[in-house]
Each structure stands twice: as structure tokens, then as C-alpha cells.
């Protein structure tokens, strides 16, 4: 049989989907589709051949097309969906829902008819009732369907506990759980810098700051640049695409589809998970303490009310 390239289509050209194509280029991962709705197409193909001459200076070997047609994005094995509209300052995730649902629900009965073998990544927010409905509208298998939060909110929390420790990033582990959102938990007690509690190297007084700035970390862009961030989002999803796609089993936060898992059914929500070939091949329950169960129940209520609205919606 003829070894052939994987294909990975991002719905959305914006400037999470460029940066997502740019990376995947450049760890070729497989060929990209940049795809956008038809009044952006000329859009999507021209940062597309931009990408493509890109790879000719790098020496990357790979095809970027740019489409407003979906049949150009049939058999994608991975689908990241960045598609709606990005918040503007003053704007809360849950602001988005109204404009963000019909996007959501056109992009799942396409990605339902044409990439019905895909593993897909959800970026678009509000999140997790973005990923929720996606799953609801085209009833694919809970393991092959995530969201794309809590790498990116951990990556935040990771970043600004070694500025405060004064060490390297590369040696704090952080984990984030829960709903993407104000509401979201990072998880102290998971957390370390090479092995010892972060708490021991960091004051207490210090990590709730950090924590306060990790739950508002993408307000706290949108608020300087006037859009959401779009580097850090990118790498998240690219993370994820390259632990399902090279079989690589890392235990990442993502929002996953829950059954009974910390005590939550019929939600998606920020939770560890172990990231293979198979998809989420399974969700990994640490102990939390009182205090950070309580935090979760918060924000699942937070995630459940969102849902509900969305299923007025329907």
C-alpha cells in the first residue's frame, strides 16, 4: 500500500488558522487546507500560496491549499476549527454564542458529511459549548471529538509561575482544569517545577495572583491588541494534532466529552487526558483537594449554563 501524507484541514483563514498551517508546515505533519467561507476565499488561497513559498525557503516538504469549498477538505484525518468571531475587548467568551452557534452547527453537517473519519480539534469559543454542540450535531465518537483550552490556559499558568519562581519554563509542570473561562481551575497541587510543589518556590500570595491572571489571561490580550491571541492557541492545537497523529500518548488538559468521569455526565470540560492514535484514549482523575472540587463545581455550572443556552438555540 502507498505510504501517503496525512491531510489536515483548518476551518478558519484568520490569524489562528495561518499560524496553525504556518507550524504544521513547518513540523510537516501532513498537507494543510486552509479553508474559509466564500467571501474570504481569494483570502484563504492567497495566504495559502504565501504559506507555500514559505516552505520553499525552509525546505519543507508539503501541499497548502486554500478553499471556500468543503469537498476540498474530504477525508481530512485531523479537522481544527477556529471558524467564528474572534471577541473584542469588553467582550466575555459567553458575548460570542449568538454569532458562534450557527458557524458551529454549518461547520459539524459539513464536517459530518465530508471528514466523517476525523479527529477533530475545537478552538472556537465560547468553548466548551462550542465542542459540546459539534459533537451533539454530528454524533461523533466522544474520543475522536475535543476542545482546545486547557494546554493553552496551563501554558499561561506555567509561563507566569517561572517568571515568579525565577526559573525555567521548561521545568514547571501545570495543569488547568474546567470550563475555558473565568471559572477555570488551575490545580495547585498538581503543579511543580521539576518535581517540587510550585507552592515551596513560589508565596502564596503570589500564586493567586498568577491564578487570577490565568483565568483572565485571553481577556488580558484581547484588552491590548483589540482580537484573541493567536500564537499560543496554535501551538496548543498543533500539540494535540501531533500526539493523535504520531501515536505520542501525552497526558494533556483538553475539553473532553465526560460520562461519569469527576463526578460530571453529558459535559465537556477541561480534564487530563491521554492523547494517542485512538484519539482520547483515556481521562485520567487526579485527587483534588476540598477546595478545588469546589472550584470545579463552579465551573461546570458556569459550562452547564452556557450549554443550556445553546440548546434554547436549537
Not at 477533530?120 to 475535543?146: G, Q, W
Request: net charge neutral.
Amino acid at each position: 500500500m502507498a505510504i501517503t501524507r496525512k491531510k489536515i484541514a483548518l476551518i478558519g483563514a484568520g490569524n489562528i488558522g495561518g499560524e496553525l498551517a504556518n507550524l504544521l508546515c513547518a513540523k510537516q505533519l501532513g498537507d494543510v487546507v486552509l479553508f474559509d467561507i466564500p467571501a474570504k476565499e481569494n483570502f484563504a488561497k492567497g495566504k495559502a500560496l504565501d504559506l507555500e513559498q514559505n516552505t520553499a525557503i525552509h525546505g519543507f516538504d508539503g501541499n497548502v491549499v486554500g478553499t471556500s469549498k468543503w469537498s476540498d477538505c474530504a477525508g481530512a484525518d485531523v479537522l481544527i476549527v477556529t471558524a467564528g468571531i474572534p471577541r473584542k475587548p469588553g467582550q466575555s467568551r459567553d458575548d460570542l454564542i449568538a454569532v458562534n452557534v450557527p458557524i458551529i452547527r454549518d461547520v459539524a453537517d459539513n464536517a459530518k458529511a465530508h471528514c466523517p473519519g476525523a479527529f477533530v480539534i475545537v478552538i472556537s469559543n465560547p468553548l466548551d459549548a462550542m465542542v459540546y454542540e459539534f459533537k451533539r450535531r454530528t454524533d461523533f465518537p466522544k474520543e475522536r471529538v475535543v476542545g482546545m483550552a486547557g494546554v493553552l490556559d496551563s501554558a499561561r499558568f506555567q509561563l507566569f509561575l517561572a517568571r515568579a519562581a525565577g526559573v525555567s519554563v521548561k521545568d514547571v509542570r501545570a495543569t488547568v482544569l474546567g470550563g475555558h473561562g473565568d471559572d477555570m481551575v488551575p490545580v495547585l497541587s498538581a503543579t511543580t517545577i521539576n518535581g517540587v510543589p510550585a507552592s515551596q518556590l513560589v508565596p502564596a500570595d503570589a500564586i493567586q495572583k498568577i491564578i487570577d491572571r490565568t483565568r483572565k489571561g485571553g481577556g488580558e490580550i484581547v484588552g491590548l491588541m483589540g482580537t484573541s491571541a493567536y500564537y499560543a492557541p496554535a501551538s496548543s492545537a498543533v500539540a494535540m494534532t501531533e500526539a493523535y497523529l504520531l501515536d505520542q500518548k501525552r497526558l494533556l488538559p483538553c475539553a473532553a466529552y465526560l460520562t461519569g468521569e469527576y463526578g460530571y455526565k453529558d459535559i465537556y470540560m477541561g480534564v487530563p487526558v491521554v492523547l494517542g492514535g485512538k484519539g482520547v484514549e483515556r481521562i485520567v482523575e487526579v485527587a483534588l483537594s476540598v477546595e478545588e472540587k469546589a472550584m470545579l463545581e463552579k465551573s461546570a455550572q458556569s459550562v452547564k449554563s452556557i450549554v443550556e443556552v445553546v440548546k434554547k438555540t436549537a
